[in-house]
């Protein structure tokens, strides 16, 4: 079955050094989005992409940045990691069809903890 | 930009009865969707229901119905006979016509007592 997965599952690291998180779908979806979620701010759109080569800020871009090299994988990068990116981090991935709306897919989340 | 609310953090009813969780938005557009997402303890988002902005129609989903207040703003959450098994972190989201991204509230979680 088609799905949307993101390793690890759960990031312990240290302030100043870079991790990337991973997401891979296999829908073939066009578009594709990191959003973090945190209490009281419910999602929030990070980066997304609608294709290859394709990227755009999102609401809280700042301190993260991806590239989309391929239509399955769009890896998030946090460049320096600092305490207030401590949240779980959500993928998602959504069709690009031509009818009124398209439904995001989500992945399961990564728990990422910065000391 | 658009912004939605979620004013309750915390809900609770009792098993077999009917709870109503509230939504509203500010937007300039005419043309958008809105969609409720249910988060439980596993962490997975689950769509609940979506609304179609230029539908006046209710949407329905078994037991889980919206009312859609186009001109006030508002997108509330019925959930009908309650469950246990609808214990989660519900959310509004609002997607405008034409693109992809979303803006989510800031949830209410709802816990069903026996």
């Known amino acids: 079955d088609a799905e949307i997965t993101q390793s690890p599952r759960h990031k312990i690291t240290e302030t100043g050094r870079q991790v990337t998180l991973a997401c891979h779908q296999t829908w073939n979806h066009n578009n594709m989005f990191w959003y973090r979620q945190d209490l009281g701010h419910g999602l929030r759109l990070i980066h997304y992409s609608y294709g290859v080569q394709d990227t755009n800020k999102g609401e809280v871009s700042d301190g993260y940045s991806v590239s989309r090299s391929n239509t399955e994988d769009l890896p998030l990068t946090l460049e320096s990691a600092a305490s207030s990116q401590t949240s779980v981090y959500f993928c998602?991935?959504?069709?690009?069809?031509?009818?009124?709306?398209?439904?995001?897919?989500f992945g399961p989340g990564t728990r990422l903890t910065v000391l | 930009a658009q912004t939605v609310t979620q004013s309750q953090p915390e809900m609770s009813v009792q098993e077999a009865e009917t709870v109503t969780l509230s939504c509203t938005y500010d937007?300039?557009?005419?043309?958008?969707?809105l969609f409720w997402y249910k988060q439980p303890p596993s962490r997975q988002m689950i769509l609940v229901i979506r609304q179609e902005a230029y539908k006046q129609q209710n949407a329905t989903e078994n037991r889980f119905s919206v009312n859609f207040q186009k001109a006030a703003k508002s997108f509330s959450l019925k959930i009908s006979d309650s469950q246990l098994g609808d214990t989660a972190m519900y959310f509004c989201a609002f997607m405008k016509h034409g693109v992809h991204d979303m803006r989510f509230g800031a949830g209410t979680r709802l816990t069903v007592k026996p």
């Open positions: 937007t300039s557009e005419s043309n958008y969707y």
């Open positions: 998602a991935s959504s069709p690009n069809k031509l009818s009124s709306y398209n439904e995001q897919f």
